[in-house]
């Protein structure tokens, strides 16, 4: 079995935000896979994938935190900074976060442990509607 | 050919520690796999995988070194400290690494360069055991 | 199908570089995949890959001043300092970004968003070539 599809996801503010079931409910082919995988690319420089704890929303605040110190706007060396004092900054959070997972599929379900959830990490202020493309592959029920 | 396998690993101290020999023995059917690749997840959200160089233990204390530097536990921004100092780090850490590692198979055997080793990233001071799925999949010898 | 291919990479200096087109290149099979995915890993502990911006100059020489500003050469806590100053920085910048890339492929091309690009993170002042190892698997056209 092969699968192809992108998947939109809604405009959302900066900081990180759990979608795994957004992104499952897109894909319900996935309950006909006894054992494979699901590709998810994010077709963007300044957001990015993640794989956390998916519980707390404070959590996911502190990613925020954390990452918007690490990579702070005001850095004396930046120097691409005609798209806005966000946008630099986004594309190293994004490198940082990676733009893909790949995730396993046992059962015709995603085999995720009990506290990760599927973070969409989006690093600019009004980043606007982010496309994934998933790709699944596997063998199916016999 | 598909296969998928929990592995168990025994619980570590906080730091970072060279598994390869172990995720290797755990699935001896890689001997069968002309070409292929094996995807491993860990389960857990403060902890995770890495690929980096498999000689030298001062590699692996620096980088406990500069990740605990990078990502202290007393910044003054962390809200989530229910679970303890370690834990909010823990998840910016893991997040930073990655929680998975695909790997190719060539000839029966892991694909790496000379110097590559898998590297369990334990984030908390107790962990304890941690789990991995490995799903490999590819062509075997014909 | 399923192909592998050792790719080997000029020296370049340190600092990210775009080299999407060349990879391409050297694996024209993929114009046969309808529906598939590249793998390609880095065989190597002190560069890695990245996908990120592929038309500013700036953004890449932009990217090399965080990393080299978050993981500095001079940090007081290295004891592996063997290899020169610029060693262990390259180990922890790499598994930073990580060691590998998996991208899908649709209709014979990398199915990537307008604005990505594979990046070679050279870490080292004198890395050298370096050697990635592409897997390629999918479904051909009917």
Not at 43 to 68: G, I
Request: aromatic share 8%.
């Amino acid at each position: 079995m092969w699968l192809q599809r992108e998947i939109s996801l809604d405009p959302r503010p900066r900081g990180f935000h759990l979608v795994t079931e957004q992104v499952v409910e897109a894909i319900p082919e996935l309950d006909r896979l006894e054992v494979g995988l699901l590709h998810l690319l994010i077709l963007h420089t300044s957001a990015s994938l993640s794989l956390n704890e998916n519980a707390s929303p404070d959590v996911r605040r502190d990613f925020e935190r954390w990452f918007s110190d690490a990579v702070p706007e005001g850095a004396p060396f930046w120097t691409h900074t005609v798209e806005g004092p966000d946008d630099m900054p986004a594309h190293i959070k994004a490198a940082l976060l990676g733009p893909s997972l790949t995730l396993p599929v046992a059962g015709g379900r995603l085999a995720l442990g009990t506290w990760q959830g599927v973070y969409l990490c989006e690093h600019r202020e009004r980043g606007g509607a982010r496309s994934l493309l998933a790709t699944v592959w596997g063998a199916t029920e016999s």
